[in-house]
């Protein structure tokens, strides 16, 4: 089985449960409070350490509690985190998130050391990085590491994939050193800026991506599964129906065991149908981290449908 390593960021979510949001001035009492792992980064990696993948995960973290506590996350699910350095005298990466009784939230992200990694930490980790073959990447990070990253790995002839959130508009370079792109819906129309309402839709805007150099796309269709188009080939692999309590990360899960499967060798169909069920089984339980699965459980899982 091939390695992976996963580029990106750590972020702890601080989850309040309140009646109704607080206006200017006044003081509420909140329902619960609750710590959860988080993190694009992290997540990838959490979930790809679970179904036990050989991954590295490189990244920053504060010098602080969350930090510290981030370190256990990682060495408990499996995951080296020989790439993830304490960065002196700032916060870890953290989003302050209140919700209320009717479902709505309201987030503060502080990136914190997320904004440290940079091109010079980058070089610093290169002889671990370089050892790995697949690389995930997202866009917490400066995206200026992003572009340098892939460029100097495609160099080296790997593989890479981009999973493009949060959703923003990206330079042309960065399709040139993308493998595979992993856009849901909204993120696939903010990168080619025009509405998708239809699979012919879908098949003009991936050929709009790979004009600038992106090989596959394998496009996220929350519980309509996901489609893998190349060229103008649109191959649908259908998704799982699971009672979801929380769909934090479950787009994260899904790029876990896609490149899980697509470092096993398996065949791309078969790479996005195990996304599908490690994604679906992902949204079961509260918190981004918490219902990420096993191998034997995603098998499992597969078999039983």
């Not at 914190?112 to 290169?126: F, L, P, R, T």
């Amino acid at each position: 089985m091939k390695s992976l390593c996963v580029i990106g960021s750590l972020n702890m979510d601080l989850v309040t449960t309140v009646e109704n949001f607080p206006i200017a001035g006044q003081t509420v009492v909140g329902k619960e409070f609750n710590t959860f792992p988080g993190g694009k980064g992290a997540n990838q990696a959490i979930a790809l350490g679970r179904l036990g993948s050989d991954v590295l995960m490189v990244g920053k973290i504060g010098e602080d509690i969350y930090g510290r506590k981030y370190l256990e996350v990682l060495k408990n699910n499996n995951v080296n985190y020989d790439g993830v350095s304490i960065e002196k005298g700032m916060s870890s990466g953290v989003a302050v998130i209140q919700v209320s009784n009717n479902g709505e939230n309201n987030i503060i992200v502080v990136p914190g050391a997320n904004a440290e990694v940079d091109i010079k930490y980058i070089e610093s980790q290169w002889s671990l990085i370089e050892k790995a073959d697949i690389f995930l990447f997202q866009l917490e990070i400066p995206l200026e590491t992003v572009i340098g990253t892939m460029k100097k790995l495609k160099k080296q002839g790997k593989t890479v994939i981009l999973d493009p959130a949060p959703a923003v508009h990206l330079p042309d370079e960065i399709f040139k050193y993308v493998d595979y792109l992993t856009p849901n819906e909204t993120e696939l129309e903010t990168l080619i800026g025009r509405k998708i309402n239809n699979e012919e839709d879908l098949v003009e805007a991936s050929q709009i991506l790979f004009n600038k150099g992106v090989k596959v796309i394998v496009a996220k269709l929350g519980s309509d599964g996901a489609a893998i188009i190349k060229e103008d080939k649109c191959i649908r692999v259908s998704g799982f129906i699971v009672d979801a309590v929380d769909t934090t990360a479950a787009g994260d899960s899904f790029n876990a065991g896609f490149a899980f499967a697509l470092a096993k060798e398996k065949e791309l169909k078969e790479c996005v149908r195990f996304g599908n069920a490690v994604g679906a089984i992902s949204t079961t339980a509260l918190g981004a981290q918490e219902a990420m699965p096993t191998f034997e459980r995603v098998e499992e899982f597969i078999r039983g449908r």
